[in-house]
């Protein structure tokens, strides 16, 4: 989507009243997103086989878009010949302090990250910014050798 682009007119979509008056245009349309997310499981599907995978959800952005790419993978596991299975962990991450990003990474709730060892983890965030977070994040990670880390991001 280019910078000048000015979106979806209104009157294309049915929306709630209440809503109209709030919305200038619609840039990115309900099925696109979820037609995004089918193609991101599907592909996670064909990265992952048949092994058992723990996601790890950074919260809070990325709970939404969680959820959905979790159930669209279950979806597709329940109905092909192929069956993921998924344990599902929640984290917060911190760098900044107040508008600034620091060095430090402070990685709040998640159960002992020890328990990757040896697993299959897909982190799965919803924007990443500058990249420094999410790049401490996987250093510090390797310190537990999962066997494979994949990290999918809300991108359209």
Known sequence: ISDSW?????????LPHHYCEDLECVFIPHGVIVDRIERLANDIMKDIGDNRITVLCVLKGGYKFCADLVEQIKSLSRNS??????RVDFIRLR?????KS???????????????T????LIVED????GRTM???????????????????YRI
Do not use: W
Request: hydrophobic share 35%.
């Open 102 to 116: 620091t060095a430090d990474l402070q990685i709040i709730g998640g159960e002992d990250l020890s328990k990757l």
């Open 6 to 14: 000015t979106g979806y007119n209104l009157d294309v979509f049915s």
């Open 135 to 153: 790049e401490a994040l996987l250093s510090h990670l390797e310190k537990y050798n999962p066997k494979m880390v994949k990290v999918a991001r």
């Open 81 to 86: 010949e192929r069956f993921i299975s998924m």
């Open 127 to 130: 924007v990443i910014g500058t």
């Open 95 to 99: 760098s900044y302090c107040n508008d």
């Open 118 to 121: 040896g697993k299959n983890v």
